[in-house]
Nanobody, 124 residues
Framework: QVQLVESGGGLVQAGGSLRLSCTAPERTLSRYNMGWFRQAPGKAREFVAAITKNGGNTYYADSVKGRFTISRDNAKNTVYLQMNSLKPEDTAVYYC?????????????????WGQGTQVTVSS
């Protein structure tokens, strides 16, 4: 079992930036590919970004490409999501997730462990 803890959410004006972090009590995140997902009220959870174990490959949803950047620091056991040029439609609860097998990183069902989420609210 991997416990994931997100932080860094909050309220920001449109055009602003936030950086989300995801860590775990045990130094285990280097074993996993990691993803960020989000869920807006009344909508399904959707893929945002993913990064492979060594950080060599990253993947993004079209809606965030060019604005969000996923990165990781395995020495700090932390995965980040830098969010720039935020829009009101980015408002959601953001979740980090861990994937063991490295396949279908854009697919919710491919992830084995999930955090509790952090709220991001973008005002217009």
């Amino acid at each position: 079992q991997v416990q994931l803890v997100e932080s860094g959410g909050g309220l920001v004006q449109a055009g602003g930036s936030l950086r989300l972090s995801c860590t775990a009590p045990e130094r285990t995140l280097s074993r996993y590919n990691m993803g960020w997902f989000r869920q807006a009220p009344g909508k399904a959870r959707e893929f945002v970004a993913a990064i492979t174990k060594n950080g060599g490959n990253t993947y993004y949803a079209d809606s965030v490409k060019g604005r969000f950047t996923i990165s990781r620091d395995n020495a700090k056991n932390t995965v980040y999501l830098q969010m720039n040029s935020l829009k009101p439609e980015d408002t959601a609860v953001y979740y980090c997730a861990a994937n063991r097998l490295g396949t279908l990183l854009g697919n919710i069902g491919s992830y084995d462990y999930w955090g509790q989420g952090t709220q991001v609210t973008v005002s217009s």
